[in-house]
């Protein structure tokens, strides 16, 4: 206790200062400054404890995240060369395929080159080969001596022998001159070419339909309610059923058969563009015309022109064709008229419009519209368009997504028994004609038929009409069999 109180002395004395008077501390007061210098050494070690101890944590959260992004770079380098070793082979098949195809087509390049060749030496042969037969019969004696000549002499006689003209405007091979696969194959070629002679901006080769009646033409079934009719086999030339063919009708809308079909033979780039006029929406809407639905100022292609021609036998579009193709649609009805006259019809045909508006001078009779719808059908273009059940017309400012038309006639009748297949279709009414329609089809026995009806009671009456002169005149399953044999 000694000790303690003089070492609380001398740390009074530091305390208080020697200031000339000397001032005596107590014992708490000693004991109180002790106190308060101890806890701040305490307190000022902690806080260097704690900053130590923050700096470290950040120092091993810096580690943690340079760990962690190592780490990923590993994974994402491990992928890549995952990906190279998958990639690898794929790239390796598709390089040798490449090179495989390559070597095949200069194979097949060489080998042509070749033919070449061979088919000139040949020509060579065949040019001196009376001359050469002749030199070998006469040497034959003296060759036969020698068996290596002997053999040698007669590979030259088979190849000088080899007469072969070869046709290269057939390119079949094995077909040569007289050849009888070759002719059967180029009166084929022949037919097809007449069928698809001309797609736009001329007239076609194809003689006009001309069929006749004999013996075996019989009346339409009495369960036919249009009183004009006429059904014909197409290949044959003949009339296998008709009902007054040849009186005089108002041929309405089937009109737009000969329309789009003088219109194919005028124009010639379909992807061209037109503007509807408001004299053309006039016109339709004056005579109470079904449209296509164009508008006044669109700028629609000349091919939705002759679409909306048929499928929704549009006045609009009709219009527009006839002044696109002519300037107007009067100098647009003499092309028609012009068109008429080279069928051979203008003694009993006759139009003044190219939609089938009814004027006392607009005539036709079923017989002719079937020959319009023949020839109509040897364009392939216009078959094309007369064969769509339907249609979206291009995009425009005022039908960005276009107009949906139909033929209803084929989709209403695609489902029916008719012995084979409605191609190709157009269908007309005025109050003078009633329902008309006018159909091209294939029979099971694979030839093409042309049905044309006038005078129905309503549409689908017209169409079942048709229906019926299909199943009356065209073979069913046991006919095409016995044709095919």
């Known amino acids: 206790m000694d000790n303690d109180l003089e070492f609380m002395d001398v740390n009074a004395d530091d305390v208080g200062g020697n200031d000339g008077n000397d001032i005596q501390l107590s014992a708490e007061e000693i004991a109180a400054v002790l106190a308060d210098t101890y806890m701040g050494s305490v307190v000022e070690t902690e806080q260097i404890g704690e900053r130590d101890s923050e700096e470290e944590e950040q120092a091993e959260r810096g580690r943690s995240l340079r760990r962690q992004q190592r780490i990923q770079q590993m994974k994402r380098k491990k992928r890549q060369q995952e990906r190279m070793r998958k990639l690898l082979i794929p790239c390796v098949v598709a390089f040798v395929i490449c090179v495989f195809m390559a070597g095949t087509g200069i194979r097949n390049l060489v080998r042509k080159h070749g033919n070449r060749q061979n088919m000139k030496g040949m020509e060579i042969v065949n040019a001196s080969g009376l001359k050469d037969q002749e030199s070998d019969e006469s040497d034959s004696g003296e060759r036969s001596s020698d068996g290596k000549e002997s053999e040698d002499s007669t590979a030259d006689r088979v190849v000088s022998n080899k007469d072969i003209s070869y046709n290269n405007s057939l390119n079949v091979a094995g077909c040569y001159v007289g050849n009888a696969v070759a002719d059967g194959l180029s009166d084929d070629i022949a037919q097809l070419g007449t069928l ?193 059940h339907t249609y979206t017309t291009s995009a425009t400012e005022q039908h960005p997504e276009g107009i949906t038309i139909s033929n209803w006639f084929l989709r209403r009748i695609e489902d029916k028994d008719t012995h084979g297949e409605v191609l190709c279709a157009k269908t007309g009414y005025v109050v003078q004609s009633g329902n008309c329609a006018a159909s091209l089809s294939a029979g099971k026995d694979g030839r093409e038929y042309i049905c044309v009806t006038a005078h129905s009671s309503s549409t689908w009456r017209c169409i079942y009409d048709h229906v019926a002169l299909c199943q009356q005149f065209m073979p069913g399953d046991e006919g095409a069999v016995l044709t095919e044999v």
């Open 196 to 388: 698809f002679v001309q797609t736009l901006g001329g007239n076609s080769s194809a003689l006009p339909l001309n069929a006749t009646a004999d013996e075996a033409t019989s009346l339409p079934d009495s369960e036919v309610v249009s009183e004009n009719g006429i059904f014909i086999d197409v290949e044959a030339g003949r009339i296998l059923g008709q009902k007054d063919a040849g009186a005089r009708i108002s041929p309405a809308s089937m009109t737009k058969i000969l329309t789009v079909l003088v219109a194919a033979e005028h124009i010639t780039d379909p992807d061209d563009t037109f503007e509807i006029t408001a004299d053309i929406v006039d016109y339709s809407f004056a005579n109470q015309c079904s449209n296509a639905g164009f508008e006044v100022g669109e700028k629609v292609t000349v091919r939705d022109l002759f679409y909306g021609t048929v499928l929704p036998s549009g006045a609009d579009a009709a219009l527009g064709l006839a002044v696109y193709a002519a300037g107007s649609q009067e100098a647009f009805v003499d092309l028609m008229n012009e068109k008429i006259d080279a069928l051979g019809l203008s003694r009993t045909s006759h139009f003044t419009n190219c939609i089938g508006l009814y004027d006392e001078n607009h005539y036709s009779t079923v017989y002719d519209v079937a020959v319009m719808l023949k020839a109509a059908c040897d364009n392939s273009f216009c078959r094309e368009v007369l064969s769509a």
